[in-house]
């Protein structure tokens, strides 16, 4: 009885430091084998430094290796270059997918009630039109409308900057659809604006490659198209002679590093050769 209210009294680290004697007998003989001494507090820090190594040796295993991506959900992380190569690729076609988007509505915009970017309104073709005089229904481009809307007088009034000095490559000639004038210049040629305003829209579209749309006073944009980077952001303001972009060769329908500048007012594609200095 005082033996065992003895034992009660130990600690547990005493009775962890107890020392016992593991013994191997030949089962055909029983001869002694070998022999193993220890106590419960080594065996105890002994299985869990070998738990900690293997519990160490598994999350190595999941982080710098390909296992990672046989475990469900694990492989959708920063490190997996096919995942990030993938993300890259939806960025970019959900990228191209808003730029053709603001771009066709850009032209809504510009084109008064037209059905496409490919119409443009037209003034009535007979009588004399005002300064102030809005636009009629929506027909083919043809030269009567194109000289009508170059005539007015609010454009005679105003000063433009040249975009950049180069040479013509291609003329104004909107029978073919050709709204703008297309202007060659050196590589890396800075595009500047021809007037004040604000930047309506800054994208890549299909057609125009790196556009700039600039809303300038008096119901006036001027486009920019085929660049080879842009240097302003949609809704920044700009002052004349400002640059927005850098010459290029981006888009479809080109073969060079050009600019492609158009100029509309009140929904109409006019010659800018008329009025804004080029060479």
């Known amino acids: ?3 065992a209210d003895v034992e009660n009294k130990r600690s547990l680290l005493e009775r962890l430091q107890d020392n016992y004697r593991l013994v191997v ?4 003989d029983l001869k002694e ?7 419960l507090l080594t065996l105890y820090i002994l299985l869990s430094t070998l738990l900690v190594l293997i519990g ?3 999350v190595a295993l999941i982080f710098f290796t390909p296992i990672k991506r046989m475990i469900p959900g694990f492989a959708i992380g920063t490190d997996n270059s096919q995942y990030i190569e993938m993300r890259r690729k ?4 959900e990228e191209l997918m808003q730029a053709q988007e603001a771009y066709n509505k850009g032209i809504s915009n510009l084109l008064k009630g037209s059905a496409s970017p490919g119409d443009v309104p037209q003034k009535a073709e007979t009588g004399e039109n005002t300064a102030g005089e809005t636009s009629t229904p929506v027909t083919t481009v ?3 409308s194109m000289q009508e809307a170059s005539k007015t007088k609010e454009l005679n009034q105003l000063v433009f900057a040249s975009p950049l000095s180069g040479t013509v490559s291609a003329k104004f000639d909107p029978e073919i659809e050709h709204f703008g004038s297309d202007i060659t210049a050196p590589k890396n040629t800075a595009v500047k604006s021809i007037m004040s305003g604000i930047v309506i829209s800054a994208e890549w579209n299909v057609d125009g490659g790196n556009t700039v749309m600039v809303q300038h006073p008096r119901n006036l944009v001027s486009v920019y198209k085929h660049n080879s980077s842009l240097l302003v952001k949609t809704g920044d303001l700009v002052k004349a002679g400002q640059a927005v972009a850098i010459i290029g060769n981006t888009g479809r329908l080109t073969n060079g590093p ?16 008329n009025y804004i200095p080029i060479n």
């Not at 939806?90 to 076609?93: A, G, K, P, R, W």
């Not at 050009?258 to 050769?273: K, R």
């Open 1 to 3: 009885m005082a033996s």
């Open 25 to 28: 007998i030949d089962d055909d």
């Open 33 to 39: 084998v070998n022999t193993f001494k220890f106590n």
């Open 56 to 58: 160490a040796l598994a």
């Open 90 to 93: 939806v960025d970019e076609l």
């Open 142 to 144: 043809n030269n009567a």
């Open 258 to 273: 050009h600019l492609h500048l158009e100029l509309w007012f009140n929904g109409f594609p006019i010659n800018p050769e």
